[in-house]
């Protein structure tokens, strides 16, 4: 099985909402990543997550809270958006000892 | 960090045509994939080719480490080929993957 599953597929939300993104992935990957896309862009790292400790945060603002609550699991907070935050959020997965990543289908934000 | 450079940027063809998309880097990189976008936005692994070459049906994917530019070869075009291909590179302890800015394939009926 290679499949990494986001929920939502879809998402609008206010400036003022708490929301979470969820990321899944049954590949014993132990490494878990989440990136942005923005129209017309390439995909771009926010956060990494290795043996469930984050390892890597590309200064991302504190509106954006990742969390991973066991090796399956990759949630991202979001908290008081803005308007520019609207894109395509993608979790990735892969093993530590090996870089090639699995993305799943990503969650469409939109923040209104 | 390490320049990535895709070209074309665009290309469109007619059903059945090949084609090579090439990708450049400014450094040698040790870990390089291939990715197809579709038009929903779904991110698919083609190739893992840190070095030499590998085939998958129709498309082929040649990486030349040591000359720091990696091909991706796609035979007879579908329409479902159609959307963006991104390479991507990491390196080192970083797992962090970097894409190149893509180049987005239009096929025609």
Known sequence: DTEVTQTPKHLVMGMTNKKSLKCEQHMGHRAMYWYKQKAKKPPE?????SYEKLSIN???????????????????HLHALQP????????ASSQVERYEQYFGPGTRLTVT | GIQVEQSPPDLILQEGANST?????????NNLQWFHQNPWGQLINLF????GTKQNGRLSATTVATERYSLLYISSSQTTDSGVYFCAY???SNYKLTFG????LTVNP
């Open chain 1, 45 to 49: 790292l926010m956060f990494v997550y």
């Open chain 1, 58 to 76: 590309e200064s991302v603002p504190s509106r954006f809270s990742p969390e991973c609550p066991n090796s399956s699991l990759l949630n991202l």
């Open chain 1, 84 to 91: 520019e935050d609207s894109a395509l959020y993608l979790c």
């Open chain 2, 21 to 29: 998309l090439r990708c450049n880097f400014s450094d040698s990189v």
């Open chain 2, 48 to 51: 893992y080719i840190p070095s």
């Open chain 2, 90 to 92: 990491s390196g080192g």
């Open chain 2, 101 to 104: 800015k893509g180049t987005l």
